[in-house]
């Protein structure tokens, strides 16, 4: 895959295809009503069978122990049958266990020893930048997303997003959508800056390509991918989304979700109309390979892929970062 001008993009694998909705588990915590209620819309949303909605009782906080996370593994793995390549968790806490995230941990397992030291390298994800549509057949690793918003109403609009993308764009004679890689001046949270694809139009796809330089985008419209480094992202009340789109900030605390760190959350991206978005839960340093690699982010998404296989495919070290937003989102695909 190549632009129309400027420098070429990066080789990316041919996709083998996408996960699909027959392919998606969904897991339900009953003791919390926001999970209770926007798991159950996401079910019809989506049309899931009975045997792919399990439901488990959890607590409702930030974080699990260990402890929890082995008997919510335990039940994961004893429930879903070998169809289901990745999964939907329909909450917004709990979202780390210790320093790794919940979908870290439930992908490539509990790494307590990251926890002495969470600014080290982590566990490389096998999962990156490949072509393949089933991931727990391939690699025994199934990815997840919360469906994590503010408030149930928020989450169930993010839905709705993610319905209404699939096979929305890239449509010949439509308007192009634009994908924005922005650099903020913030050298420590700018480490993806040189991965940032070369800006011009993406004429297969329809797809408008912009690096900017400034602290913040302001009323740009079509967005369908906005990449950014700091610590807040301001003048996202004056961003116009398509269904579908992708957002994250590299910042060290974005992936936690209820905010309070200082740091913007990535649910505030949801909140203003992103469907996916990726960040840390526990302080990672600057290692790129820790958060979304633009270009491999932009060009599986391009190909068809789902959400959650387009974010993650982009991480080459996962453990730290959870994944929100609808998994299913697929706004270039062309199958049902």
């Given at each position: 895959?190549a632009g129309s001008r400027g420098p070429?993009?990066?080789?990316?694998?041919?996709?083998?295809?996408?996960i699909t909705r027959k392919e998606l588990?969904?897991?339900?915590?009953?003791?919390?009503?926001?999970?209770?209620?926007?798991?159950?819309?996401?079910?019809?949303?989506?049309?899931?069978?009975?045997?792919?909605?399990?439901?488990?009782?959890?607590?409702?906080?930030?974080?699990?122990?260990?402890?929890?996370?082995?008997?919510?593994?335990?039940?994961?793995?004893?429930?879903?049958?070998?169809?289901?390549?990745?999964?939907?968790?329909?909450?917004?806490?709990?979202?780390?266990?210790?320093?790794?995230?919940?979908?870290?941990?439930?992908?490539?397992?509990?790494?307590?020893?990251?926890?002495?030291?969470?600014?080290?390298?982590?566990?490389?994800?096998?999962?990156?930048?490949?072509?393949?549509?089933?991931?727990?057949t391939r690699f025994k690793l199934r990815?997840?997303?919360?469906?994590?918003?503010?408030?149930?109403?928020?989450?169930?609009?993010?839905?709705?997003?993610?319905?209404?993308?699939?096979?929305?764009?890239?449509?010949?004679?439509?308007?192009?959508?634009?994908?924005?890689?922005?650099?903020?001046?913030?050298?420590?949270?700018?480490?993806?800056?040189?991965?940032?694809?070369?800006?011009?139009?993406?004429?297969?796809?329809?797809?408008?390509?912009?690096?900017?330089?400034?602290?913040?985008?302001?009323?740009?419209?079509?967005?369908?991918?906005?990449?950014?480094?700091?610590?807040?992202?301001?003048?996202?009340?004056?961003?116009?989304?398509?269904?579908?789109?992708?957002?994250?900030?590299?910042?060290?605390?974005?992936?936690?979700?209820?905010?309070?760190?200082?740091?913007?959350?990535?649910?505030?991206?949801?909140?203003?109309?992103?469907?996916?978005?990726?960040?840390?839960?526990?302080?990672?340093?600057?290692?790129?390979?820790?958060?979304?690699?633009?270009?491999?982010?932009?060009?599986?998404?391009?190909?068809?892929?789902?959400?959650?296989?387009?974010?993650?495919?982009?991480?080459?070290?996962?453990?730290?970062?959870?994944?929100?937003?609808?998994?299913?989102?697929?706004?270039?695909?062309?199958?049902?």
């Amino acid at each position: 895959m190549a632009g129309s001008r400027g420098p070429q993009l990066i080789p990316v694998p041919r996709a083998e295809g996408r996960i699909t909705r027959k392919e998606l588990g969904l897991v339900i915590n009953t003791a919390d009503p926001y999970s209770v209620e926007v798991g159950e819309f996401y079910i019809k949303a989506r049309g899931l069978g009975r045997t792919q909605v399990l439901r488990v009782q959890l607590p409702v906080r930030s974080a699990l122990t260990p402890e929890e996370f082995k008997a919510l593994a335990g039940q994961v793995d004893a429930f879903f049958g070998a169809p289901v390549q990745a999964l939907a968790l329909a909450w917004r806490q709990p979202y780390a266990v210790g320093c790794n995230s919940v979908t870290g941990a439930l992908a490539l397992g509990y790494d307590a020893d990251l926890c002495a030291q969470s600014c080290a390298p982590s566990a490389r994800s096998p999962y990156f930048n490949t072509a393949s549509s089933q991931p727990h057949t391939r690699f025994k690793l199934r990815p997840s997303m919360l469906l994590a918003a503010r408030d149930v109403p928020m989450a169930k609009s993010m839905i709705e997003r993610g319905v209404a993308s699939d096979g929305s764009l890239g449509l010949r004679g439509a308007a192009p959508a634009h994908a924005y890689y922005v650099s903020t001046g913030d050298p420590a949270r700018g480490v993806r800056q040189p991965l940032f694809p070369p800006s011009g139009l993406l004429r297969r796809w329809g797809v408008e390509v912009h690096t900017e330089n400034t602290p913040a985008l302001a009323n740009a419209s079509r967005v369908l991918v906005y990449q950014t480094g700091a610590i807040s992202v301001a003048k996202l009340d004056t961003i116009q989304w398509v269904p579908g789109a992708l957002a994250d900030h590299l910042t060290s605390f974005g992936g936690q979700l209820e905010g309070g760190s200082g740091q913007m959350s990535i649910v505030d991206w949801i909140a203003s109309g992103a469907t996916a978005s990726y960040g840390t839960v526990s302080e990672p340093c600057a290692h790129p390979q820790k958060f979304p690699h633009p270009q491999v982010l932009l060009l599986h998404y391009l190909q068809g892929a789902t959400a959650i296989e387009a974010y993650w495919k982009s991480v080459a070290w996962p453990q730290q970062g959870v994944f929100i937003g609808e998994p299913l989102a697929a706004p270039f695909s062309r199958t049902r």
